[in-house]
């Protein structure tokens, strides 16, 4: 066997394990060098063998060797090469002249934005922005029973988040003197009509295609009635305003629809200004020709009501309408991602907010640790599907990922931690560790090891008497005994400070290792953290899963995590996205006294 192959093996095996923190696998190994080098497919098979020898090798490796290594023999493998990027674009608009597109991101203020608005909105900036012309950020506020200004403020703050900034904002409620005007020209044109029929009623003649006997009054009687409802004479559900549509339309929509109600709760811009609200179709077909709307988005479900709208804009000379282009309503597999089913969740309890990270609101995704380019990439991705699409937690996390790889420090950080004391551990040592294995320019933190370590329960339980480990980056480890008593070993240890004594009595499961080298050798590696109050910060994590799983709500959709890690980590900053090496990736959430609490993103 040629040294030839051999070292071709090794820059592959450590190429792979410089780039991927410190692991090679044995699989993308072999697929880098069967893709790169056609001719070495015959021994196929050989190369399998040498690669299964050399990863266990190169990954008992530290990051520091496994870069000085690839250094002496492929300096030009060090250097990351990207793969080519895909790029996603969405369709061509119909009709769409440079400067002269309008589209509008148009919530009701009765909720806080979520992964679906995302879209809508992405969707329309995307577009104003390809044809260079104006996104509008239009509030829906006409039922003053639910609107919120805190809603308006949350929409405002997640576009700027997502960095999608509106041309202008228009707010509907505003526009009720224009709304008015319009329905008295629909009135005096004897093409809408007062109805004091009970809901049922309505709902009952709509269904069976005939009208009620209102649809016949004269224009003078609808129109004194309708000051009359402006007047406040009439009680909530007493009458409607609807319009003469087509009672033997097979969309049910068309059918007379009311287009005002009476509404007197308060709204939270008009106060008690208006009794008298428009109904959805009629306050949108009004208020797309004001804003100048040239193209609008919609889910298939709003398809119904576009005939509905074009009608209204029709009898009122308002044309022409905006061209629409549609996409299928998002959902994310068990996370709801509708207001219709984050309000219960809400208001029941079941999650501690708008911002919980188990909801696909933007508050709780920012919250997670989800970036905004991560949603606009998943949104060109999915493109502009007319299939209902169900989005995977997994395709959230795997984009998300690749954008904070190369940005995020890493940490060591030990969950639910157990004691392991080393009676022979080397004194006066400095483990210097790269703040991130593939940007030595970002430097190193400092940790000072004692003879007592942090390990995780799970390693802890792994572990037999005998075995032999690595604590990562540092040196070998072989146990000794899994049961010891800590006061003996304190007290041989002539250990007085109290806070420390405190502290390592603390833990309830402990073991005692020997000292076995520092030169890497095949095996586990451990994650630690030194066991001193002094060198570590307690550390609360939360960990989400899903809301649901098969339509029934998730009891245990979140668990936290309790554990330590270095002192460095007490030094980030609120909203800090960063890997605790082997847990996953965090954000800072908040810090409390000493204690750092965080948000699992993602593995």
Known sequence: MSDEINNLVMKYCLANAVHYNGKATEKSVMQAIMATHV??????????????????VVNSYSTEKQIEELTKIAPEMLEKKETAKRVHELPPLKDAIEGKVVTRYAPEPNGEMHLGHAFTAFFAYYYANKYKGTFILRFEDTNP???????????????????????????VSNDIPVFYEKAEQLIKNNQAYTCTCSAEKIRELRGNMRPCEHRDKSSTDTMKEWKKMQTGEYAEGDIVLRLKGDMDSENAVMRDPAIFTIRKDKHCLQGTKYSVWPLYDFAVAIEDFICGIS???????????????????????????????????????????????IIPLVSEGKVEGWDDIRLVTIKGMKRRGILPETIKQIALEVGMTTQP??????????????????QANRYFFVP????????????????????????????????????FFLISKSDFDSLKIGDEFRLKDLYNVKITKKKADLDII????????????????????????SYSGKELKPGAKIQWTVADPKETVPIEVKVPDVLFIEDEYNENSLAIVSGFGEKSIGKLQVDDIVQFERFGFVRIDSKVKDKVFVNLAHK
């Open 490 to 513: 304190l007290k041989e240890n002539d250990v007085s400070d109290e806070n420390l004594k405190s502290f390592l009595k603390g833990f309830k499961l402990f073991c005692t290792g």
């Open 39 to 56: 001719d070495l497919r015959k021994q196929a098979k050989l190369i399998k063998n040498l690669v299964d020898e050399m990863v266990p």
């Open 295 to 341: 193209h609008v988005g919609r889910s298939a479900e709003f398809d119904t009501r576009i005939e509905l709208q074009n009608r209204i804009r029709e009898l009122l000379n308002l044309v022409p309408h905006p061209e629409i282009f549609h996409y299928a309503r998002f959902n994310v597999t068990g996370s709801p991602a509708s207001k219709r089913k």
């Open 389 to 406: 699409t169900n989005i995977d937690w997994s395709l959230i996390s795997a984009t998300n990922r690749k954008l904070i790889d190369l």
């Open 145 to 171: 029973k639910q609107e919120k200004l805190e809603f308006m403020d949350a929409h405002r703050e997640a576009l700027k988040w997502l960095g999608l900034p509106p041309t202008k904002e228009v707010i």
């Open 416 to 451: 639910d931690p157990a004691l392991l004391y080393i009676f022979d551990a080397p004194s006066n040592i400095t483990c210097k560790i790269p703040l991130h294995p593939d940007d030595n320019l970002r430097g190193t933190r400092k940790i000072n090891p004692s003879s």
